[in-house]
């Protein structure tokens, strides 16, 4: 465990690169950039109440819980119907207290304004989730990967399985095979019970079946767009600039409390508290082979997360003309195979790829212990370890590095089969040579592969390496506020805060040590964003008004949250 108060030396300058972006979008979804500001310095600024970092699905469910009052981790169904039929009926009828007679007229209840909010993203001109939609459209996939219960919606669990009832798109979800528990026959079931006894129940019960499905993407996408309808989301305002700093300091325009100064090249905002909703946070980086000649980070070569267009122009322009083409994957997870299957799909000659371990293939990217009937017992042991040391590792078993699922896995082999793919385990690239002649790459591998061509263009699919103490907006807050990291993951307290003076959230994979193997996945933006939300509404303690009706105010029968008098 390191201190993240080191120098700003540290900081890597690929993260200096963030870029956020930012538009506001009006009530047609038509974005507005011009709104955003372009002086440094501001004479009449807004003290936001809440400033997200990120309009992916981290930061939409951040944004849909603060306007939700009812979210599903704390009222049941049943209560979900009593606060709504109070809400229906308060104030729309004149009431009379049975016991001295008093009448409470009728009046039209004021709507409670909620906290103002900015988002900054660096695809902000795509509104939420532009990115994520972006990299879908890209690799053209078709299915999510995550269960039914992996979702952003704040109000329900199974708000992913109601969406696709309600409109009748349940053609739309494809079961994951092999992963709920199957019946028995009485002659295994005897046979079991004489033998000795082994503790290997499936991890997921046939009551819950429904859930272990997984959405299409338009699925997937329509229900975001349903949540961001119900809470006027569209609305809010995104912009699009780049982040260089954030302090949390006094300020001239509050010289008795602390707030956020984000400095960014537009401009400084100011906020009460800020969420940082980037996913792994660090720019994502080629990791070079120990001997590379003429490589350059760009040239004929990218990381899956800066793909532009598949395959690259130059491979599709020696397609165009006939020629062989070859093409080179680095990785062993989903994003991969996907590229892979993009590669073959349009027609490139060759594909080869390459994994420094072996082949894992598991329906979801976390173990099903962690979301199936025992996830009580292994979150539990989580949050009980002694040391966030402790809870990396475990972490670590539990995603087990990258890994295809079932449907991918038998893709790759259909094309192995066919002779389009060369698949290599526990292989790693060697030395890399760039011929600006002939735009391809000589490569060696260790162990070596022989008869390997000139390859056309290389994918790096190695992942993100969080690493919380190269981030260069993070300096100020590391010097003034210094905290203790594990691994490249900052030690946050339980409110996934920076520490307990400064209202600084993380969101996604940064909150690891803190949400568990899934805080990476849907599952992790949503327990998140719970989290996030319930400490910033105590820090706001907004007054509410008398005849505002929150759950404290909920009676024990249906009649209880209405006015005596």
Same mark, same amino acid.
């Given at each position: 465990m390191t201190s993240t108060s080191t120098d700003q030396g540290a900081s890597s300058s690929s993260a200096s690169e963030y870029s956020i972006s930012s538009n506001s979008s009006t009530s047609d979804g038509v974005a507005q950039s011009s709104r955003a500001s372009s002086v440094l310095e501001i004479e009449d600024p807004i003290i936001h109440d809440v400033l997200i970092v990120g309009t992916g699905p981290s930061g939409l469910a951040v944004a849909a819980r603060l306007k939700e009052p009812?979210?599903?981790?704390?009222?049941?169904?049943?209560e979900h119907? $009593?606060?709504?039929?109070? +809400? @229906?009926?308060t104030g729309k009828l004149a009431v009379k207290n049975w016991r001295n007679g008093v009448v409470t007229q009728a009046k039209p209840k004021a709507k409670k304004a909620g906290p103002s909010v900015l988002v900054i993203d660096k695809e902000g001109s795509g509104g939420w989730m532009a990115a994520w939609n972006r990299r879908f459209r890209l690799l053209e996939i078709e299915q999510l990967r995550s269960p039914m219960f992996f979702h952003i919606d704040?109000?329900?669990?199974?708000?992913?399985?109601?969406?696709?009832?309600?409109?009748?798109?349940?053609n739309e979800l494809l079961e994951i095979e092999n992963c709920v528990g199957k019946e028995r026959s009485k002659h295994s079931k005897k046979k $079991?019970?004489?033998?000795? +006894? @082994?503790?290997?129940?499936?991890?997921v019960d046939e009551r819950d079946r429904r859930d272990y499905f997984t959405p299409s993407s338009k699925l997937f996408r329509d229900q975001c767009e349903s949540v961001i309808a119900r809470y006027g989301l569209a609305e809010t305002?995104?912009?699009?600039?780049?982040?260089?700093?954030?302090?949390?300091?006094?300020?001239?325009?509050?010289?008795?409390?602390?707030?956020?100064?984000v400095k960014t090249d537009r401009g400084l905002h100011l906020a009460k508290t800020v969420v940082m909703a980037v996913g792994p946070a660090n720019e994502p980086t080629i990791p070079m082979a120990p001997r590379a000649v003429n490589s350059m980070p760009g040239?004929?070569?990218?990381h899956a997360m800066h793909i532009r267009k598949i395959p690259d122009p130059n491979v599709q322009r020696k397609m165009k003309q006939g020629k062989s083409t070859s093409i080179l994957v680095i990785g062993g997870g989903l994003t991969a195979a996907q590229i892979v299957e993009r590669c073959v799909m349009k027609g490139v000659s060759k594909v080869y790829l390459l994994m420094r371990s072996e082949l894992k293939v598991k329906p979801i990217d976390v173990s099903l212990d962690w979301v199936g009937k025992f996830k009580n017992h292994e979150h539990a042991t989580f949050w009980s370890a002694d040391s966030d040391e402790e809870r990396f590792q475990m972490i670590l078993h539990a995603r087990m590095g990258g890994s295809l699922t079932p449907i991918y896995h038998k893709k790759m082999k259909g094309h192995i089969a066919a002779g389009k793919l060369s698949m290599h385990t526990h292989t790693k690239m060697a030395s890399q040579e760039w011929d600006a002649?002939?735009?391809s790459w000589t490569v060696t591998t260790s162990p070596p592969i022989e008869g390997l061509p000139h390859f056309d263009y290389i994918y790096h699919s190695t992942g993100i390496q969080t690493a919380i103490s190269t981030l260069p907006y993070l300096q100020t807050i590391r010097e003034k506020y210094p905290i203790e990291d594990c691994s490249g993951l900052p030690c946050l307290t339980e409110d996934l805060m920076w520490n307990e003076d400064v209202p600084l959230f993380f969101t996604g994979k940064t909150a690891g040590l803190r949400l568990g193997p899934a805080a990476a996945n849907l599952a992790g933006a949503r327990s998140g964003a719970e989290r996030i939300v319930w400490k910033i509404e105590d820090l706001l303690s907004e007054e509410k008004p008398e005849d505002d009706l929150s759950y404290r105010d909920i009676g024990v029968n249906m009649y209880g949250g209405l006015p005596e008098e």
């Open positions: 009812l979210p599903s981790a704390i009222f049941t169904d049943e119907s $009593r606060y709504h039929w109070i +809400k @229906k009926h704040p109000l329900d669990r199974d708000a992913l399985v109601s969406y696709a009832s309600e409109n009748g798109r349940q $079991r019970m004489k033998g000795p +006894k @082994k503790f290997d129940e499936p991890a305002e995104i912009r699009e600039e780049s982040l260089q700093d954030i302090d949390y300091e006094y300020d001239d325009f509050s010289p008795t409390e602390k707030v956020f100064r040239e004929g070569q990218c002649e002939t735009r």
